[in-house]
């Protein structure tokens, strides 16, 4: 089992920034995908970017040249950095780690950002 925390959340003006932390805890394979997920209000929950554990990244169109996503293996964090942030960024971050290959999917709890204009 995985437990995910995440952390880094809250109250900013636009154009402003953040970072997101979460720490992975329990028995975690060497070769996984971490990542973090944007719901805004009413809204389903959507890919913002993830890391393989090789450092390979991927990125939502919207949030490409603002965010950067980072991770320190030895630590199990994930970090989102989140600059030049909009008030349509507000929303529930959530952190995601998934297994390749399995049927090993884990979510933290979600940490709330908001952006005010």
Known sequence: QV??????????????SLRLSCVASGTILSVNVMGWYHQAPGKQR?????????GSTNYADSVKGRFTISRDNAKNTVYLQMN??????????????????????????????????
């Open 3 to 16: 437990q995910l925390v995440e952390s880094g959340g809250g109250l900013v003006q636009a154009g402003g």
């Open 46 to 54: 959507e890919l913002v970017a993830t890391m393989i554990s090789n």
């Open 84 to 117: 030049s942030l909009k008030p349509e960024d507000t929303g529930v971050y959530y952190c995601n780690l998934v297994v390749p290959g399995t049927k090993y999917i884990y979510w933290g709890q979600g940490t709330q950002v908001t952006v005010s204009s």
